[in-house]
T-cell receptor, first 108, second 117 residues
Framework: TQLLEQSPQFLSIQEGENLTVYCNSSSVFSSLQWYRQEPGEGPVLLVT?????EVKKLKRLTFQFGDARKDSSLHITAAQPGDTGLYLCAGARGKLIFGTGTRLQVFP | NAGVTQTPKFQVLKTGQSMTLQCAQD?????MYWYRQDPGMGLRLIYY???????DKGEVPNGYNVSRLNKREFSLRLESAAPSQTSVYFC????????????????FGDGTRLSIL
């Protein structure tokens, strides 16, 4: 049973565009993590959000945890080719549960 | 600092063959995990070890066994490989990982790409 659904599954955009990735669930999580995975490597943690409604910024990336702690979003401003990769959300609920993933391709 | 090291990086097996995937971490972490990654399904937990001496089933344990050899090492064994086990396997570790500590970050190896013919 997949508790965390991400959308879109694939995203292909031009350099300079903005984008938002969504991570949704019907379950409540104590915290939500976002990872980025590049080809041939393992996922690397980007950020952890803990409080409902929390917003964290990491340069051009903005992460938000939903008020009810059931969903999260990742917004990238002015995407660059270096942002290309697989983005995974993961919710903490006794164990860490990973989302289905969003594969982002940014073309120069 | 190596972090999490997985061996081998690639492997091709025939149906019915057995093999063991090795994982070692040098961060003195208590908890270790094995995941498989398939297209469109994110990461699914196979087995985990909350601390040395303990192992527990995850979401998709059938066809696999694990051994927590010591605090550093956690191996995954396929006793009789099946084509459905073709996947990319990731090992991860965290300082603690159960219950209230499940929000701790996990550190991943670079994966083992396994094909079963």
């Amino acid at each position: 049973t997949q508790l965390l659904e991400q959308s879109p599954q694939f995203l292909s955009i031009q350099e300079g565009e903005n984008l938002t990735v969504y991570c949704n669930s019907s379950s409540v999580f104590s915290s939500l993590q976002w990872y980025r995975q590049e080809p041939g490597e393992g996922p690397v943690l980007l950020v952890t959000v803990v409080t409902g409604g929390e917003v964290k910024k990491l340069k051009r990336l903005t992460f938000q945890f939903g008020d009810a702690r059931k969903d999260s979003s990742l917004h990238i401003t002015a995407a660059q080719p270096g942002d290309t990769g697989l983005y995974l959300c993961a919710g903490a609920r006794g164990k860490l549960i990973f989302g289905t993933g969003t594969r982002l391709q940014v073309f120069p | 600092n190596a972090g999490v090291t997985q061996t081998p990086k690639f492997q091709v097996l025939k149906t019915g063959q057995s093999m063991t995937l090795q994982c070692a971490q040098d961060m003195n972490h208590n908890s270790m995990y094995w995941y498989r990654q398939d297209p469109g399904m994110g990461l699914r937990l196979i087995y985990y070890s909350a601390s040395e001496g303990t192992t527990d089933k995850g979401e998709v344990p059938n066809g696999y066994n694990v051994s927590r050899l010591n605090k550093r090492e956690f191996s995954l064994r396929l006793e009789s490989a099946a084509p459905s086990q073709t996947s990319v396997y990731f090992c991860a570790s965290s300082e603690l990982g159960q219950g209230v500590y499940s929000n701790q970050p996990q550190h991943f190896g670079d994966g083992t790409r396994l094909s079963i013919l």
